[in-house]
């Protein structure tokens, strides 16, 4: 389970960064998929084209909202599904406790869905004396384990086997043993019982298709196509964006998906899922709901420097090439949205003061927006946050983050503006930087505001002559 | 409770309507390249299918699909046979095999061999309409029984995808979801004609071939490529997390 | 373009202040291909630490200074792809709202070029007749590979260096961790990430470093000198007049 605890970005970006075996773990991954990945986007038929024209496909839907979401819901209507709308995260949750209770659900199982964990799903069911198991078989180590994930599609990696073992035998009673794939079959004997027991299947929708009514859910394991077959209910909970308009559109959109998130041509499992199982067919639920959530979504709609936000489909392809989420790991991120698309999301979804450290802490090296199947700018937009972080909004109710640093950049602007103040501040500086601290030329201790880069590396002396001197001297020579 | 009206409203809001709507939300005919893939998919000669089975052999071994090599129905039913009788049970010892109600797995006659008469053989078959609610409910708890106890479940495709190995499967009376999810093998068994190159074939057929259309994607088609999988514990692929832990594919050739 | 009459340099602040031998550098290659240069001495920075730091007013500030500055320029050439992309791109986006200034910033923009784009796209020039008898690793710094697209020109005019050994590094185009402010803000973060980059600069075997960027040199630089590991630094522009 994963809270909301983006201030702590710092303190816990510290914890990753000295856990040997996270750090492993990302370096393993990031080799793994972030060049299959792009070796795959290189291969499409499509060409270079595809992934610009995906950006577009997805761009009309987000432009075209209303229309999109109308038609989905008459659609799913008309295949026998019920349709809900909720505008916040309570109505969300108050929805599928209301179906739950109406139906003396027991037992709920999951498939992987980042929006019912960010709305507070499993908290809500479970206080009703409802249990509810999450499946993917990352999840469902953390849900164990009581922790928050470490990767959008790869929750646990940053678990041992040796610590999924000990969980195991702890939660399970079954005999220990380090080795993964009798780990995963005490995990799938597990969680097959409650599948066959479960009442209510609850899944998330990867990519919407509004001209067919369909939703879309992906998994490699196949649990979501267990959590949406076999109970008599099945509720899919859908933030407000994740549509397209059509068939075609939707099929380039969840191939450049599958590649992003796992560097597949396509998931292993993909489900249309239109409607409850028909009067005459022999299996699948009684009865569909589709909760589509608004919670902040139509704010960033609203603010045309973030709207192509609501473009990203979170299949975790920028967390794969990402150099600081490499280092940090995804709970440093304190949200259910981590890496660099958590970076611009949070601070939209769940306040920019509280995520300030997050639109901070990144370098801008653009390696994200190169991943993204989807070529989302996701550089721009945090370097949107930083500006409101800095002179405030009000309509995004950010107040300005640091009067110092304010302070400091508007005086660096009146030195930068005047060459004649600016060398003399240089000279001044050439004269105290003989004070601190250094070793052949390198000063090993900077103080107040620039420690932290001493931290960890030396830093040049200031050259005894601008460059600008120089060439005034050398020109002068040639002149005379 | 928001109402759909209101939460359309806000996005209209948002979005700064009344601009008007894109033009080309919903394409109302095909382009002229996807013109020419369903004419390339109906014009298709068995002769220029046969580098498709090739594709499909190749991408089979690292997606751990099994294609089976029989190619003509009496080998394909007796390689079954063998796995039926091979292949033993994940969870019990009690051997069932669940199959759909399909025209090319009722040819196969399973139920007439020898072989298998100790084993239960399971059809699902279509939830008559003219049966009363209860009737209704009744015989699919004895369908999802019958599934819950097979270790292995046949089924058929509507199409099978070589560049990507992928089944797709509608749902149709007779035709279970979970025939192919919930026993721990799946085997299916599909006709070469059935065989596309590309996804971009199977979706510009289910987008535009008059038929495809005329029936929809029903309320749950599903796309498999390979069997169940997962890296989840320090990345290690193991197959078999959910899903069916093999998947047996089997072609039938062109009689034709 | 045409080769050009007289070159105006664009001098990045941490090259005029700390490294003047990278100026000095440059202007002995373009000077060897007989360019004629200006640089306007009352430059200063370009505005890129205010604008990443999320300070648009001063760094609009910086940008109106820049463009006072070297608006009537015939061509601007800098030894930084990231002051660059600030300048060509970022400029842009600053005058989003200003026709006036967006119509200054467009031509400028046009005409303003990094070090090594300009050697071999603008000037057409692979080798400058260099020798450097090392072996040397590049890394590929973030704005320069990914926001300009330069990444052919510097490696062409590397490979076109006599006696010198190019040895490729793991991951030479993943971020060494500087990003402005950043550095000094989550300097525990950007050191983990520095870190790697310095590995995999030890692990290349290279007795030298070098890159068109002089922010993630410096940074790369603080962590050798820490760790007392002796890989020399330098940039592209210094290889390149050596003889």
């Given amino acids: 389970m994963s809270t909301i605890a983006p201030e702590k970005y710092k303190e816990n970006a510290s914890k990753g960064i000295a856990d040997p075996v996270l750090q492993k773990a990302l370096g393993g991954l990031q080799d793994r998929l972030g060049p299959a990945t792009e070796k795959l986007y290189n291969s499409q038929p499509e060409g270079h084209d595809m992934r610009p024209r995906a950006h577009q496909f997805r761009r009309k839907a987000i432009d075209n909202l209303d229309v999109l979401l109308s038609t989905l819901a008459d659609k799913v209507r008309g295949h026998g599904g019920i349709v809900h709308f909720a505008k916040t995260a309570e109505e969300a949750v108050e929805i599928c406790k209301k179906i739950a209770l109406e139906n003396d659900v027991k037992t709920v199982v999951k498939g992987k869905s980042m929006v019912t964990e960010e709305v507070g799903l499993n908290l809500a069911l479970e206080k009703e004396g409802i249990e509810v198991y999450e499946t993917d078989l990352g999840e469902y180590i953390l849900q164990l384990s009581g922790e928050g994930p470490t990767h959008i599609v790869a929750p646990a990696i940053h678990k041992t086997r040796r610590e999924i073992a000990e969980l195991f035998t702890e939660k399970l009673g079954t005999p220990y043993t380090e080795d993964p794939p009798t780990l995963t079959r005490y995990a799938r004997k597990a969680l097959r019982e409650k599948f066959l027991k479960a009442d209510m299947g609850i899944s998330g929708c990867n990519l919407a298709c509004a001209e067919t009514g369909h939703i879309v859910t992906v998994s490699n394991e196949g649990n979501i196509r267990m959590s949406t077959t076999l109970p008599k209910i099945h509720v899919a909970f859908m933030g407000m964006e994740r549509i397209v308009a059509n068939l075609e559109e939707q099929q380039s959109i969840l191939r450049l998906m599958s590649m992003g998130a796992a560097a597949q041509e396509i998931g292993g499992y993909v489900s249309y899922v239109g409607g409850p199982a028909q009067a005459d067919h022999s299996d699948g639920p009684q009865e569909f709901h589709l909760i589509i959530i608004d919670n902040g979504r139509s704010k960033i709609l609203a603010d045309p420097e973030f709207r192509e936000m609501l473009c990203c489909i979170r299949c975790g392809a920028c967390l794969n090439v990402c150099p600081v989420y490499g280092k940090i790991g995804g709970q440093a991120y304190g949200s259910p949205y981590c890496g660099p698309v958590g970076a611009v999301v949070t601070p939209l979804l769940f306040g920019i003061n509280t995520s300030a450290d997050l639109c901070a802490g990144e370098t801008l090296c653009g390696a994200c927006k190169q991943a993204c199947p989807l070529e989302i700018n996701l550089p721009r937009m945090l370097l949107a946050l930083r500006s409101k972080l800095s002179d405030g909004d009000p309509d995004w109710q950010v107040q300005p983050k640091s009067k110092g640093e304010n302070l400091l950049f508007s005086g660096w602007q009146r030195l930068n503006n005047n060459r004649k103040i600016y060398d003399t501040l240089l000279d001044l500086m050439r004269m105290l930087q003989h004070l601190l601290p250094a070793k052949q030329g390198m000063i090993t201790r900077l103080p107040w505001p620039f420690s932290g880069w001493t931290a960890n590396r030396n830093m040049k002396k200031l050259a005894p002559k601008t460059f600008m001197q120089q060439w005034k001297e050398t020109k002068e020579k040639k002149d005379s | ?256 | 373009m045409n080769k050009p009459e007289k070159v105006t340099l664009f001098i990045q602040c941490l090259v005029d202040t700390v490294f003047p031998e990278t100026g000095a550098a440059m202007v002995t290659v373009l000077e060897r291909l007989g360019l004629k240069l200006d640089c306007p001495s009352n430059q200063t920075c370009c505005g890129q630490p205010a604008f990443n730091a999320g300070h648009q007013r001063e760094a609009r500030a910086a940008a109106v200074k820049f463009l006072d500055i070297f608006e009537d320029a015939e061509v601007i050439v800098c030894p930084s792809g990231s002051c660059v992309n600030m300048v060509r791109n970022h400029y842009l986006e600053l005058f989003a709202d200003d026709p006036k200034m967006l119509v200054r910033a467009q031509a400028v923009s046009m005409k303003i070029y990094e070090f090594t784009e300009f050697l071999v796209d603008v000037l057409g020039v692979e080798s400058v007749g260099a020798r450097f008898p090392h072996k040397v690793t590049y890394h590929a710094s973030c704005h320069l590979n990914r926001f300009l697209g330069v990444d052919r020109q510097p490696r062409t005019l590397l490979a076109h260096i006599d006696d010198m050994t190019l040895i490729e590094m793991k991951d030479a185009d993943t971020c060494c961790g500087f990003g402005g402010t950043f550095a000094v803000k989550y300097s525990e973060i950007s050191g983990a990430v520095l870190e790697e980059k310095v590995q995999n600069i030890v692990d290349s075997g290279a007795e030298v470093v070098t890159g068109c960027d002089m922010g993630c040199l410096m940074n790369i630089q603080g962590m050798l000198s820490r760790k007392n590991i002796p890989i020399e630094v330098k940039h592209i522009a210094q290889l390149l007049a050596e003889k």
């Fill in chain 2, 1 to 256: 409770m928001t109402t759909q009206k209101d939460f359309i409203g806000d996005i209209s809001t948002a979005l700064g309507r009344p601009t008007p709507a894109a033009v080309d939300l919903f394409t109302v005919a095909p382009t002229t390249a996807e013109q020419d893939i369903l004419k390339n998919i109906r014009q298709r000669s068995p002769g220029e299918r046969q580098p498709f089975i090739k594709t499909l052999q190749e991408v089979s071994v690292p997606l751990h699909l099994d294609f089976h090599p029989e190619r003509s129905l009496e080998d394909i039913r007796q390689a079954i046979i063998t796995l039926i009788l091979e292949k033993d049970p994940e969870w019990g010892t009690k051997k069932s095999v669940v199959r759909w109600d399909h025209p090319l797995l009722n040819s196969l006659n399973l139920e007439a061999a020898a072989e298998l008469k100790d084993i239960s053989l399971y059809t699902t078959s279509p939830v008559a309409a003219t049966l009363s609610a209860e009737e209704r409910q009744q015989q699919r708890q004895q369908t999802r029984k019958e599934v819950e106890e097979s270790f292995i479940g046949i089924t058929s495709a509507d199409y099978c995808i070589a560049a990507t190995a992928t089944l797709a499967m509608k749902t149709r009376p007779g035709q279970a979801r979970s025939v192919s999810l919930v026993p721990s093998i799946h085997l299916a068994v599909v006709e070469e004609s059935k065989l596309l190159a590309t996804l971009e074939e199977l979706y510009t057929l289910l987008k535009w071939d008059e038929a495809e259309q005329a029936e929809g994607l029903t309320n749950n088609l599903s796309l498999v490529s390979g069997p169940s999988k997962t890296g989840d514990i320090e990345l290690v692929m193991v197959h078999g997390a959910h899903g069916p832990r093999e998947l047996h594919l089997f072609l039938v050739a062109d009689r034709s």
